[in-house]
């Protein structure tokens, strides 16, 4: 029988356990919408900047992923040209400066196949890692998400992006629901809210794990790192 790999990343609660062949990397709305000027994240008056620090460090777990064949698939929020999938209380909602649809320096505001709508270039998917466009917050809403994890029998979710507080926790509700394992890399996740993103992240955590596990990038990197000491074997002979 073939030995598996066990990996075990020191987290909070409580270590996290995974097997690399059942695990995938969630890369959540790491958009130009999101993260670069004129988008539609400082439409809604947030500083851009404060959710850059994600990329340097989701760089290196994309990186690590890629060497080890992890499964990684990228998310991106966005709409239909003609709005059909966008519900009027979205669309309505608050004061924005340019509303869903606007015309804005980077194409029109979240909407798919603009500028605006696609990954910064430093997080680019490769041509063979799935992409769900989702219109909601969450990544299992009103997308085949689900149905792709399981054709690939993925059971854990390294999960990282943004917004902390917005559409990384959605989707790590929806996922613990729908009985995924989730650990959120917390240096890999970023709001516009410092207070939201320190508090989200306990949230999940707290009550034993109650939505999943949270952990640093390094950590995981460490684990992955076989000097490092951090994988585990399982089955096969020992
Ligand atoms: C938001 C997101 N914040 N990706 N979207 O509207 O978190």
Redesign the pocket.
């Known amino acids: 029988m073939a030995q598996e790999q066990l990996v075990r990343v020191p987290a909070r609660p409580s270590a996290y356990t995974f097997e690399p062949a059942t695990t995938a990397l969630l890369v959540?709305?790491m958009?130009r919408d999101?993260l670069e000027p004129g988008g539609?994240?400082e439409s809604?008056g947030n500083d851009v900047t404060l959710l850059r620090r994600t990329i340097a460090p989701l760089r290196g777990v994309l990186a690590a992923a890629r060497a080890i064949g992890l499964t990684v698939v990228h998310t991106r929020?966005g709409h239909l040209p003609d709005l059909s999938d966008c519900p009027p209380a979205k669309l309505q909602r608050g004061a924005p400066s340019r509303r869903i649809g606007d015309p804005g320096p980077n194409g029109r505001i979240l909407i798919r196949g603009e500028y605006g709508h696609d990954i910064v270039d430093e997080l680019a998917p490769t041509a063979d890692e799935p992409v769900i466009d989702k219109p909601g917050?969450g990544a299992f809403y009103a997308t085949d998400l689900d149905g792709l994890l399981g054709e690939r029998s993925i059971t854990s979710l390294l999960v990282t992006?943004?917004?902390?507080?917005?559409?990384?926790h959605?989707t790590v509700r929806e996922a613990n629901d729908r009985g995924y394992e989730c650990l959120v890399l917390a240096d890999c996740v970023g709001s516009?809210f410092p207070q939201f993103h320190a508090v989200g992240l306990a949230m999940i955590a707290a009550q034993g794990g109650i939505f999943g596990w949270v952990a640093e990038s390094a950590d995981l990197l460490a684990a992955l790192t076989p000097s490092a000491g951090g994988g585990e074997r399982r089955g096969g002979s020992r």
């Open positions: 959540i709305d958009q999101f539609f994240g809604l929020e917050k992006g943004v917004t902390t507080e917005v559409c990384v959605t516009y």
